[in-house]
């Protein structure tokens, strides 16, 4: 079987979990799933979010690989928010001003459901 045959029920599981996660963040823009390689695994907005998602972990864990596991960056555009455990990470964009504790904990709550298999 191909490695994306195989990856087809993650990456429907990982798309519903997007969905279910900008139901419930109204100030949410877009989000991308990845696996603990770093391998992206779904996205709302379909694009590659591969590459920023590289440069804003090594941005977080600065001489130590794997030590950032949440980011929060604000910008005059918008923020960008990053949750990640030993399993998957999230990265998102909201809108300025977000409350950065509930986008955190939202994140974390999507990835805890795709650890779980859960379907919300």
């Known amino acids: 079987m191909s490695e ?8 429907e599981r990982a798309s519903a979990i997007l ?8 100030d949410l823009i877009d989000a991308a799933i990845f696996d603990a390689d770093g391998v992206q695994i779904a996205s ?6 591969t590459d920023g ?3 804003l972990w090594a941005a977080a864990d600065g001489d130590e690989p794997g030590a ?18 030993g399993t998957a990470s999230i990265l ?13 904990t939202d994140l974390r709550t999507a990835l805890r459901e ?3 298999g859960g379907t919300g």
């Open 4 to 11: 994306s045959r195989r990856r087809a029920p993650e990456a």
């Open 92 to 104: 998102s964009t909201s809108r300025r001003f977000a409350l950065a504790s509930l986008m955190l």
């Open 68 to 85: 950032g596991t949440q980011v929060h960056v604000g910008t005059e555009d918008g923020e960008v928010f990053a949750v990640r455990n």
């Open 44 to 49: 709302s907005d379909g694009t590659d979010w």
């Open 19 to 26: 969905d279910r996660l900008a139901a419930r963040s109204p």
């Open 114 to 116: 795709l650890e779980s």
């Open 53 to 55: 998602a590289q440069e």
